[in-house]
Nanobody, 127 residues
Framework: QVQLVESGGGLVEAGGSLRVSCAAS????????MGWFRQAPGKERELVAG????????RYADSVKGRFTISRDSTKNKVVLQMNSLNAEDTAVYYC????????????????????WGQGTQVTVSS
């Protein structure tokens, strides 16, 4: 089992920045990729950014490219999502997720490919 604990998030004005972090514990050696998903009211959960744990390959939703950056600290089993130039459309609950699937270089885009989830953290952008 892998446990994921998120921190960060909160309320920010449009144009501002926030950072959310995810610390993994437990059987972290089994993780092949991690991602940040978000879900706004009435919308489906979507992958915002992901990173392959072995190769370091990253993946971003088109809506956040150039504004969000995902990074990892393998020694601390930690993933950070830096969010800049935030706008009201970024308001959502953000979830950290991890998969133990056989993803050697890729990052799966769909939530059902992920085995472990954090509790979620609210990000609210005021316009």
């Amino acid at each position: 089992q892998v446990q994921l604990v998120e921190s960060g998030g909160g309320l920010v004005e449009a144009g501002g920045s926030l950072r959310v972090s995810c610390a993994a514990s437990g059987r972290t050696f089994s993780i092949s990729a991690m991602g940040w998903f978000r879900q706004a009211p009435g919308k489906e959960r979507e992958l915002v950014a992901g990173i392959n744990w072995g190769s370091g390959t990253t993946r971003y939703a088109d809506s956040v490219k150039g504004r969000f950056t995902i990074s990892r600290d393998s020694t601390k089993n930690k993933v950070v999502l830096q969010m800049n130039s935030l706008n009201a459309e970024d308001t959502a609950v953000y979830y950290c997720a991890a998969t133990s699937g056989s993803y050697y270089f890729s990052i799966p885009p769909f939530s059902d490919s992920y085995d472990y989830w954090g509790q979620g953290t609210q990000v609210t952008v005021s316009s």
